[in-house]
């Protein structure tokens, strides 16, 4: 079964400065999907980015971009020029194209934006 | 992208009542949905995946006597939550996917229970 690893409880950044929130993952699949989701106050659950694993260049969305290392199976995300509308508990997420749709989850990352 | 809405936002029931939570796709056919549970501060934990027309599958420990899922149309699934019980009080998340948006889930904005 793949397994996802958040190693950061907490992380906290100055606004506008750069933060690098960790995900490492277990699987055996060499085609998956890796996501990173935002869940802010409200408890909405928000895409941030995605990444398919056959793809060798890292995604990016705006402020927001992935280090994806397919063979250290490592997926970090990095927010630039944070904003107070950032603080948020993050979620790393893997997604197998085996199994349907089923996403498994990490344990989540408060991040916290100090002005 | 799609939106996925749930009803009711928050509710209060008794213990030993029974309780039912919808999760619609407004603009999308979802043939399939996911049901997740939350504590606070704490990650989602799927309790069962619905298939538009067949019985869910539930995860490991979950009870699907308690937990009735019901995904009778491709835009509508209800989560039941029968004879609840103060544990069973916690955030519920559902998410919608498959058909024309195959490779990703998109979120309801989930449900408050709190069983007293």
């Known amino acids: 079964a793949q397994t996802v690893t958040q190693s950061q409880p907490e992380m906290s950044v100055q606004e506008a400065e750069t933060v690098t929130l960790s995900c490492t993952y277990d699987?055996?699949?060499?085609?998956?999907?890796l996501f990173w989701y935002k869940q802010p106050p409200s408890r909405q659950m928000i895409l941030v980015i995605r990444?398919?694993?056959?793809?060798?260049q890292n995604a990016t969305e705006n402020r927001f971009s992935v280090n994806f290392q397919k063979a250290a199976k490592s997926f970090s995300l990095k927010i630039s020029d944070s904003q107070l509308g950032d603080a948020a508990m993050y979620f790393c997420a893997y997604r197998s194209m085996e199994y349907g749709n089923k996403l498994v989850f990490g344990a989540g990352t408060i991040l916290r934006v100090k002005s | 992208g799609a939106v996925v809405s749930q009803h009711p936002s928050r509710v209060i029931c008794k213990s030993g009542t029974s309780v039912k939570i919808e999760c619609r796709s407004l603009?999308?056919?979802?043939?399939?949905m996911f049901w997740y549970r939350q504590f606070p501060k704490q990650s989602l934990m799927l309790m069962a995946t619905?298939?538009?027309?067949?019985?869910?599958?539930?995860e490991q420990g979950v009870e699907k006597d308690k937990f009735l899922i019901n995904h009778a149309s491709l835009t509508l699934s209800t989560l039941t939550v029968t004879s609840a019980h103060p544990e069973d009080s916690s955030f519920y998340i559902c998410?919608?996917?498959?058909?024309?948006?195959?490779?990703?889930?998109?979120f309801g904005p989930g449900t408050r229970l709190t069983v007293t």
């Open positions: 603009d999308f056919q979802a043939t399939t």
């Open positions: 998410s919608a996917g498959g058909g024309t948006r195959s490779y990703e889930q998109y």
């Open positions: 699987t055996s699949e060499s085609d998956y999907y």
């Open positions: 990444q398919e694993a056959y793809k060798q």
């Open positions: 619905s298939n538009e027309g067949s019985k869910a599958t539930y």
